[in-house]
Every structure is written in C-alpha cells, then in structure tokens.
C-alpha cells in the first residue's frame, strides 16, 4: 500500500517540473524583450534630452536677438511713446491668453507637432514680413509691427504647455535640476554671445540682417527638435481653468488660501507699477540719452550676466532665512529702480544701475516661485498656479496700458526739474511705494529660521554685509602678487598635513 502511494506522488512530482519547466523557458524572452525595450527608451530619452539643450542654444539665441531688438526697431520706424507701451501690452496679453488654447491642444494633438506649429509661425514665417517693413513705403508700419508682435506672442505662447509637459516627461525627477541648470546654463551662455554680436551687425547692416539670421537659427533649432522622443502623455492632473468674479465665491476662495490671495493680489499690483515704466527704459537710453546700439546690447548682456550669478547668491539666503523675508528685501529694493533711472546719464552710470537691478530682480524671481510653491498646495498646485499667473499676468498688460497713456501725456510736459519720460518714471516708483503696504499682510509659510531672525538683520546681512565682503575679497585677492599667492597656498598646505600627521599619531 506504501508503494502504491508512493508512485503516484513521485509521478505527481515529475509531472509538477515538467509543468514549471517550459514556463520558465517561456517567461525568458519576455523578460528580455522588457529589458531591451526599457534600455531602448533610456536611450531615446538621453540622446532626446541632449538634443533638446543643442535645441534651447539656438532658440534662445534667436530670441535673445528679438526681444533686446524689437524696441529699437519700433524707435526706428518712428513709433511714439504710446506706441512702445501698447507694443508690450499687446504681446502679454497675447502670450496670457495663449496658455488657456495651449493647454487644451495637448487633448487632440502629439505635443511635438503643437511646438513645431508654434516654432514656424512665431521664429520664421511671421518674421517675414517684419524683416521687410524698413524697406515698404507704409503709412502705418509701426500699427503693422505691433499686430504682427501680437501673433507671435500668441503662438510663442501657445506650446509652452506642450513643452513643459513634455519636458515634464522626458526628465527624470532625481536629474531634473541637474539637467535643467545645465541647459539654462548654455542657453544663459548662447544668448549674451548673440545679443553683443547683433549690436555689433546692427550697426554696421540693419534690423533686417540681424532679425534673418535669428530667423535662421530658429530653422537649426527645428533640426534638433525633430529628433527628440515623445513618450506617452502623462495625464497627470484632471482640473479646469475656471474663474469666478461672484462675490460668494471670491469670499471662499479668500477664506481658503488667504495667504495665495493677497501673494497674487501684491504681485499684480507689483507688476502694474513696473510695466507702467519697463518698456521706457530701452526708449529713454536710446533717445533721450543717445547710447549707440552696441552699448545698448552690453548694458543688457551685462545685466543678464548678473542675473546668472545672483540667482544663487539669493538662493542661499531663501534657504537660511525663509521666503517671506527676502520676499520682503527685493520687493523694497525693487521700488527704487525707476528712481535712480532719473539720475543716469551715461554709459557708467546706467552699468551701474544695470548691476544693481538685476542683483535685486533676480531674488526677487526667485523667491516669488519659491513662495508660490510653498502656498499652494501639492494636489491642486497647477490650478492655483495657473490662476495665479493668469491674474498677475493681467497686472503686466495693464501697467504697460497705463504707461503708454502716462508717456504720451507728458512727453512734452515737466514737473518739478523733471521732464517727459522722467516723470512716467517717478509714477512707476510713487506706485511701487505704495504697493510695498501689502508687503505686510504676506504671512511667512517655511518659518525656518525667520521666527528668530530679526528683519532688519536680514537687510543688512543680504544687501550690505555680504556684498561688501565679497568685494572686499575680490579686491583683496585681486592685486596681490603671485608669488605671494603661491607661497600662501604652499603654507596652507603644508599646515594641513602637519595636522593630518598629529592625527596619525
């Protein structure tokens, strides 16, 4: 009876491996399949990412070229003060309202094909007909060159969903810093090189030459897009972009995120007081003050330079003593820049002010997203940034509004000792000063160490003590002979392994 029972369980046992056997056999390829197709879209995606930093140098190069430009062309065709303001009004606006058709594209379309809709129409083919304006007898040229700027800001802005997202997914999360540091790097790089150059060619050739060869180098940058891989779109986040200017409702919203409201409320504010005078800046250097064109691109690549160093500077900061205080810091040094615009007269002084708005401007940047990102919340974070900029982007349109209407009233008018666009000038820092009362209201959201650390200490510690520390080290270390240098890094090291012998012991 044993070995009858015995049989069958060996048999049993036999059976069992002759089942899991060819499983296995058959589970292999599939495995491998798996594998070499995950190692396949790494691929895609590293030679994507490398095209696409190769893609953003050309692009921003192009740009860079466009935007430091497109003022002094209007000048050019004779476009009054009003003229400039409503140029800028009309190209934020544009840009504003294409996000909402940008976003609702990516339902129906590959998010390549919307760049690629947007890189022909905003880089190339609507940069024809400006390219050929200086050359037409028109009666209007500069109504034409505002309307053509308008669509180019709308289908400019029209891909930056797709683009965002598709960068969103081509990016892995760990490396996204890393790889986006980079990139801003190069094109951060690419765009001083080709602003200083089109200074130089647009003295000696025209608007037109410069604006074909950026014409051109948005044509490269196509060839590197079309390389890139488009993985699968990551839906993500389900919302609607909804307003409501009910009563009801904008009591909710307020008792919801108190603190979103009033950060929105300040910066579109903000943001009104300061286009009532940006587009001005560029029509007061070169009218008014007669600084030639290559100057011109300098003072702007070398406030763009500063830019790239600051940002970090203020980083550090944001990180030691929360958002809210330096939130603070740059929005009060923020006010003072038309201000000193109506005290500059030369080519010295307004480097030095460059130096000085763009130190200020770029913690101000900075620490406006970072605040963004601590007061809303993860889970509906596009919506309230979405909103957000919707609404502060309306601030731009309409200070620059204001601005035109200020600019052409009193072009020919004075107040005090000051004179024509001096004047939109001092409004732009009245307002500014005025805005700095919401200030108060912003409630700090990452305390860190802001609940011990005394105001006043952090404007002194960010805007005079490190400053001047830094430049006395630069000076310091700058007019020291090499020999001495040397010697002292020679002593330095040999201390140092005097005390790693003595630990050794």
Same mark, same amino acid.
């Given at each position: ?395 731009? %349109? +309409? ?7 200020? !600019?052409?009233?009193?072009? &020919? $008018?004075?107040?005090?000792? @000051? =004179? ?37 200490? %952090? +404007? ?7 400053? !001047?520390?830094?430049?006395? &080290? $630069?000076?310091?270390?700058? @007019? =020291? ?25």
């Amino acid at each position: 009876m044993v070995d009858e029972k015995q049989k069958p369980a060996k048999s049993t046992a036999k059976t069992a491996k002759k089942i899991v056997l060819p499983s296995v056999i058959e589970m292999r390829p599939v495995v491998m399949k798996e594998k070499i197709k995950h190692d396949n879209e790494e691929e895609k995606v590293k030679k994507s990412l490398r095209n696409s930093t190769s893609e953003g140098v050309f692009n921003a190069s192009a740009s860079s070229i466009t935007n430091t430009f497109i003022t002094p062309l209007a000048l050019e065709l004779k476009a009054t003060n009003a003229e400039i303001g409503l140029l800028n009004a009309v190209q934020n606006f544009a840009n504003t309202i294409a996000q909402i058709p940008g976003a609702k594209l990516t339902e129906y379309y590959p998010r390549k094909s919307i760049w690629m809709l947007s890189q022909v129409m905003s880089k190339i083919l609507l940069w024809i007909p400006i390219i050929l304006l200086p050359f037409l007898s028109l009666d209007n040229p500069v109504t034409i060159l505002i309307i053509l700027m308008g669509f180019i800001a709308f289908f400019a802005g029209l891909r930056s969903p797709a683009w965002s997202s598709l960068m969103g997914d081509l990016v892995p999360l760990k490396t996204r810093g890393r790889y986006f540091g980079m990139r801003n790097m190069f094109t951060g790089i690419a765009s001083i090189v080709a602003t200083i150059l089109a200074g130089i060619v647009v003295a000696e050739y025209g608007f037109s030459m410069i604006f074909i060869v950026a014409v051109l180098l948005g044509i490269v940058s196509i060839f590197f897009f079309i390389r890139m891989y488009e993985p699968q779109f990551k839906r993500v986040f389900f919302y609607k972009h909804t307003f409501s200017f009910k009563p009801r409702e904008l009591v909710t919203s307020l008792s919801v995120n108190k603190a979103l409201v009033i950060f929105t409320i300040y910066l579109f504010f903000m943001n009104f007081a300061v286009e009532i005078a940006a587009p001005f800046y560029t029509v007061y250097m070169l009218k008014d003050l007669q600084i030639n064109y290559f100057w011109f691109a300098v003072l702007t690549t070398l406030g763009a330079v500063v830019r790239i160093f600051a940002y970090k500077y203020w980083g550090r900061f944001v990180d030691k003593y929360g958002s809210r205080k330096i939130l603070v810091v740059t929005g009060f040094f923020g006010c003072f820049t038309p201000l000193m615009w109506l005290f500059v007269s030369n080519i010295y002084e307004i480097a030095a002010l460059k130096i000085f708005d763009s130190f200020v401007w770029a913690g101000l940047d900075m620490v406006v997203f970072n605040y963004l990102l601590d007061v809303t919340p993860a889970n509906k974070r596009p919506q309230y940034v979405a909103n957000h900029n919707f609404f502060t982007g309306f601030g731009v %349109v +309409f200070g620059a509004l204001a601005g035109a209407m200020i !600019a052409e009233a009193v072009q &020919n $008018s004075s107040l005090l000792w @000051f =004179r024509g666009l001096q004047i939109v000038f001092l409004t732009s820092f009245l307002l500014r000063i005025i805005v700095l009362l919401i200030l108060p209201k912003i409630r700090e959201i990452d305390v860190k160490q802001s609940a011990v650390v005394p105001l006043r200490y %952090v +404007f002194w510690q960010t805007m005079a003590i490190e400053p !001047a520390h830094g430049l006395k &080290n $630069s000076l310091f270390y700058s @007019f =020291r002979y090499p020999e001495k240098v040397v010697k002292e890094l020679e002593d330095s090291v040999t201390k140092i392994r005097y005390k790693i012998n003595i630990k050794k012991h």
